[in-house]
């Protein structure tokens, strides 16, 4: 299937590990160019490399930290100058930390709130005006399970994520008339540091192994794995694509069926 997309270009934050990374390379399979990023420069350096090498295309990076007010002015430079033009966002950063509601003061929630919820509607405030001027756009937020079934000890995430797919919904109806399609991914248990972590957090809390934490949440997906980053990157070069033309609005589960509710 021809996604009508090569040529394009697209920011796709937190993008040098993990599910972001999987994300840029998806899309750069498509024949994208790509802006890549993370807080680290050495890093987001090298991934542009790798990706530029393997896949045939443009790379550009551009390291910054996205919980901070200049990040998406920084980003959006580096898409211009570079390409002249942004197509594509994928809004993506790292979760907050986990921890029930005792656990989190003024200041946990706050910068979790810059990285969670404040990246994602400073990057679209940013890239939506060359998106609508063009005609055409699509803006990618990866979240959480977490926002249709909380996860129990990860009260940020469950808060903050949920926000962004309120913001979200509600983009999506302001600006689907102008051909810009806004669309959510609810991440299940992906093989990512991120997840790992996670596990290792939990083992200490409850004094036993990592790898009983993974087998336990393995045994509690219908498919009875943890997902690999591509299964999730694949369907965000679709939703990025012309062939997801008539999909916006949506927050579509990538869990291996671990989601118990109907819709």
């Known amino acids: 299937m021809d996604f009508g997309i090569q040529g394009k270009t697209a920011i796709v934050c937190g993008s040098t590990r993990g599910l972001g990374r999987a994300c840029a390379e998806a899309l750069a399979a498509e024949g994208v160019n790509v ?6 420069p050495v890093e987001t350096k090298e991934t542009a490399s790798d990706i530029e090498q393997k896949f045939k295309v443009a790379a550009a990076p551009c390291a910054v930290d996205l919980s901070t007010a200049e990040a998406p002015e920084l980003l959006i430079r580096t898409a211009l100058d570079n390409f002249n033009r942004i197509d594509i966002l994928v809004n993506n950063a790292g979760g907050p930390p986990p921890g029930s509601f005792s656990d989190l003061d003024d ?16 990057m679209t405030r940013h890239v939506l005006p060359h998106l609508t001027e063009q005609g055409w756009g699509r803006i990618i937020n ?5 926002v249709k079934q909380p996860i129990r000890g990860l009260m940020l995430s469950n808060s903050l994520r949920s926000a962004v797919i309120g913001m979200a919904k509600t983009l999506s109806q302001e600006v689907g008339s102008r051909n810009v399609l806004v669309n959510n991914i609810a991440t299940g248990n992906f093989d990512t540091e991120r ?23 393995e045994s509690a997906i219908p498919v009875g794995r943890l997902g690999q980053p591509e299964e999730l990157a694949w369907l965000v070069a679709f939703l990025a694509s012309e062939r997801a033309s008539y999909i916006t609005g949506a927050t579509i589960q990538v869990d291996g069926g671990v989601f118990d509710g109907m819709m």
């Open 107 to 122: 200041e946990a929630w706050e910068k979790a709130f810059r990285l969670t919820l404040m990246s994602a509607v400073r």
């Open 195 to 217: 997840l790992r972590s996670i596990f290792e957090n939990r083992a200490r809390t409850r004094g036993v192994s990592p790898e009983e934490i993974l087998r336990e949440q």
């Open 142 to 146: 990866l979240t959480s399970i977490s």
């Open 35 to 40: 802006v890549i990023n993370s807080r680290n």
